[in-house]
Nanobody, 123 residues
Framework: QVQLMESGGGLVQAGGSLRLSCAAS????????MGWYRQAPGKQRELVAS???????TVSDSLKGRLTISIDNTKNTAYLQMDSLNAEDTAVYYC?????????????????WGQGTRVTVSS
């Protein structure tokens, strides 16, 4: 069973930076895509950024210029570099992965989620 392990969250002052990591472990046929979502208190979960195994990246328009997503396919790990953080970035950040798998000879894509890592930006 594939699991996602997030790390790198914490408390940071406004204007600071954080780097989140998400490592996928377990038996998998192919990792198609990894991404980051976030959920602030009282708000819906929103997509922050995603990246394919071929390194095609997508970043939310409102966050472009401050966030960079990357992937290391040798480690099945995605990274989210966040710069110039502000209080509005305070949220729980969740890693998401789309895994291509073959189950009982049937191909399928399975989406899995990490437990989340909390980012708090103090002003």
């Amino acid at each position: 069973q594939v699991q996602l392990m997030e790390s790198g969250g914490g408390l940071v002052q406004a204007g600071g930076s954080l780097r989140l990591s998400c490592a996928a472990s377990g038996r998998m046929f192919r990792l198609n895509r990894m991404g980051w979502y976030r959920q602030a208190p009282g708000k819906q979960r929103e997509l922050v950024a995603s990246i394919t195994s071929g390194s095609t990246a997508t970043v939310s328009d409102s966050l472009k210029g401050r966030l960079t997503i990357s992937i290391d396919n040798t480690k099945n790990t995605a990274y989210l570099q966040m710069d110039s953080l502000n209080a509005e970035d305070t949220a729980v950040y969740y890693c998401n992965a789309a895994i291509f798998d073959i189950h009982n000879m049937i191909p399928r894509v399975v989406e899995i989620w990490g437990q989340g890592t909390r980012v708090t930006v103090s002003s």
